[in-house]
């Protein structure tokens, strides 16, 4: 079940997702920046942050999952890659949620065989309890405490998503 109260409020997402539209925005003026959505998770988080950058960037998409067999062991599949040609580009990786950090990891080792400009990272939100591999968060949303949480485009079994705020997410016996 999800829990009552949600976590964080439209209001509250809506109003940080601004915050770091603005930081990106002055950050990158006058680059080529390619920000990448990972999906699914990301979609919400995504769209209602590049609509806030208010510089010309170029979008892509790419579609990865993880297999985390233990705490410290995961395995990053990527089903549907990005288009852009990176090279030379600054990249901005965009995520819902800083985990383990597995799949972050993965996807700047990935890109950065590419010879992109630079490669940075932008999570909503970010789980440091949960940490396993050390990854550089260059813009984070909130931190939030080890908890499962869904809504605003994470899920439980791909349900949830649609939620447009966060919530706890209880398994109920
Ligand atoms: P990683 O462990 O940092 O590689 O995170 C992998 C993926 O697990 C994230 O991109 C999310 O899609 C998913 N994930 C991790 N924690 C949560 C959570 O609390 N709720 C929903 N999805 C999560
Ligand atoms: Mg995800």
């Known amino acids: 079940m999800v829990t009552g109260k949600p976590l964080f409020s439209v209001d509250q997402i809506q109003k940080r997702v601004r915050e ?20 699914s998770g990301a979609f919400m988080f995504f769209s209602d ?11 892509d998409f790419v579609t990865c999952s993880s297999y985390v067999k ?5 395995e990053v ?3 549907s890659d990005i288009r852009e040609d990176i090279k030379g580009k600054h ?3 965009v995520e819902d949620i800083a985990d383990t950090g597995i799949t972050l990891n993965f996807l ?13 990272i932008c999570t909503l ?8 591999v050390d990854i550089p968060i260059d813009y984070s949303g909130f931190d939030i405490p080890n908890e ?11 349900r949830f998503r649609n939620l447009p705020y966060i919530s706890v997410f209880k398994k109920s016996v």
């Open 148 to 158: 499962y949480v869904v809504g605003y485009g994470l899920d439980y079994s791909n």
């Open 70 to 74: 233990t705490d410290t062991t995961g």
């Open 125 to 132: 939100l970010d789980k440091k309890a949960r940490r396993a």
């Open 49 to 59: 942050l590049v609509r806030n950058i208010r510089i010309p960037i170029k979008v």
């Open 108 to 120: 700047r080792e990935h890109y950065s065989q590419r010879g992109p400009e630079g490669i940075k």
């Open 20 to 39: 770091l539209a603005d930081r990106i925005t002055r950050d990158y003026e006058g680059t080529d920046l390619v920000a990448v959505c990972i999906l």
């Open 91 to 93: 990249v901005l990786l």
């Open 77 to 79: 599949t990527v089903h």
